[in-house]
């Protein structure tokens, strides 16, 4: 279940406007714009350790995409609890996963690539998003032999080639969208969360730490032609929120 909003600018989006329904994901996108018109604004709701490690990134766009990027997550994380942006505490846990200490059922990731961003929040939940640009490389057979399981290798090498690039995004920000969901990261093994080739909406296998994968579901959104993207939460959710920046 899809269900759309339109805020304009993100700071103009009405608390109101969206209903906050502990059993469905409020997924955010857009392009991020880069301007200097709204730099100020997003940079004065940085935390001190955000404004520091945006001032040594020397490049001046992805400075600015980063300043845009954390900026629009504190407004959405604001509204939804109704504080101000400035004042949310984000921590970090063990592997690097932002979370909110004074709010931790409320969850949230969010992915760029390139100028797309992706912004999921839900609640009393383990969630995990991932978007990519379905772009050709040379490196993506080598990719599949490292970061892929055996059934998914044989389904991806028996594929036609026109096919191959779209399917190993799916697969990729699939198994992306669940290492983040559980806070490890690539470090926690992509070849270890295993889709089902014959139902991508499954897991196949995923570690033993962190339950069966019967309990992980995987969301694909709608975001058009040349992008991959994946949602995957540790319960079945009512539906997700679609609304644009």
Not at 60 to 78: F, M, S, T
Request: net charge negative.
């Amino acid at each position: 279940m899809i269900a759309g909003a339109r805020g304009g600018l993100l700071l103009g989006v009405n608390l109101q406007d969206i209903e906050l329904n502990t059993d469905t994901i409020q997924i955010w996108h857009g392009n991020i714009s880069a301007e200097n018109a709204h730099y100020q604004s997003y940079w004065r709701v940085l935390d001190a350790d955000e404004q520091a490690h945006a001032g040594r990134i020397k490049i001046d766009l992805l400075h600015k995409r980063y300043v845009e990027v954390h900026g629009r997550l504190r407004n959405i994380l604001a509204q939804t609890l109704n504080e101000s942006p400035e004042k949310i505490k984000i921590n970090k846990a063990e592997h690097g996963k932002p979370y909110l200490p004074d709010t931790p059922e409320l969850a949230f990731n969010l992915s760029h690539s390139a100028d797309t961003l992706v912004i999921a929040v839900g609640w009393n939940c383990q969630l995990g998003v991932d978007i990519e640009s379905c772009k050709p490389r040379a490196s993506l057979a080598g990719l599949v032999e490292k970061c892929f399981a055996e059934e998914e290798i044989a389904y991806w090498n028996k594929l036609p080639e026109a096919q191959k690039i779209l399917e190993f995004y799916r697969f990729w920000t699939r198994k992306e969208a669940f290492v983040k969901a559980t806070g490890r990261g690539i470090g926690l093994g992509l070849n270890r969360c295993v889709i089902n080739p014959e139902n991508q909406a499954k897991f196949l296998r995923v570690p033993v730490d962190y339950g069966p994968a019967s309990i992980w579901h995987i969301h694909e959104l709608a975001f058009g032609l040349g992008i991959c993207n994946a949602l995957v939460t540790d319960k079945d959710i009512a539906g997700f929120r679609l609304m644009d920046f």
